[in-house]
C-alpha cells in the first residue's frame, strides 16, 4: 500500500540534518532511487515511509500530508430551537428528572437497572465513588435525552425545525 508523504516536510527533515540524499539513502537502508522518488513525488511504500520515520526519529503521521479535512456543520443547533420547544423541553425534563433521582437517592427497586447497566459497561474495580458517579450519568442521560423528544416534535410539526 502507497502513503503519500509531504514531500517538502522530507526535505526539510533531511536538510536539517546536513544530509546529502546519498547520506539519507545508506542511513535508512534504502536505495538512493528510491530517495529521490518519494522526494520528488511524495509516494512511498509503508515499508519506505517506516524507515523514514524512524531515520527522523518522528511518526508516519508527522510525514504524511495533512489533507484539509471537510468542514461539517451540525445540522442540529439548539440555538434554532423556537423558545416554545425549549419551555416543553424544561416542563418534561424537571419533572421526570426529578422523580428519577428521588427514586435513584432512595434506592427504590425501579431504579435497580441504573446499577445493572453500570456494572456490565464497567468495571468493578472502580471505587465506590467514582461507580456512584457514573450510575448518576447513566440516570441523567437515559432519562433526560428522551424528555427533548417532545420539543422537537412541538418545532418539527411548526415547521420550526431545528434540523435545517
Not at 539513502?25 to 509516494?43: C, F, N, P
Not at 416543553?88 to 437497572?113: E, F, G, N, R
Not at 420539543?151 to 431545528?162: H, L, M, R, T
Amino acid at each position: 500500500m502507497e502513503m503519500e508523504l509531504n514531500n517538502k516536510t522530507l526535505k526539510t527533515h533531511r536538510e536539517s540534518r546536513a544530509w546529502s540524499q546519498t547520506q539519507l539513502a545508506e542511513v535508512s537502508g534504502l536505495s538512493l532511487r528510491t530517495i529521490q522518488r518519494v522526494e520528488k513525488t511524495g509516494i512511498a511504500s509503508q515499508e519506505s515511509a517506516k524507515s523514514l520515520a524512524a531515520v527522523y526519529e518522528c511518526s508516519i503521521a508527522e510525514l504524511l500530508i495533512q489533507k484539509d479535512l471537510p468542514v461539517v456543520e451540525s445540522r442540529f443547533t439548539f440555538s434554532k430551537v423556537s423558545l416554545k420547544a425549549k419551555i416543553i423541553h424544561l416542563s418534561v425534563l424537571m419533572p421526570v428528572l426529578s422523580v428519577a433521582l428521588y427514586l435513584y437517592w432512595t434506592d427504590h427497586s425501579s431504579t435497580v437497572w441504573v446499577n445493572i447497566l453500570r456494572d456490565s459497561i464497567f468495571s468493578t474495580s472502580i471505587s465506590k465513588d467514582r461507580l456512584d458517579k457514573i450510575s448518576f450519568l447513566i440516570l441523567v442521560l437515559t432519562v433526560g435525552l428522551p424528555s427533548l423528544i417532545p420539543g422537537a416534535i412541538y418545532d418539527f410539526v411548526n415547521k420550526q425545525s431545528a434540523f435545517d
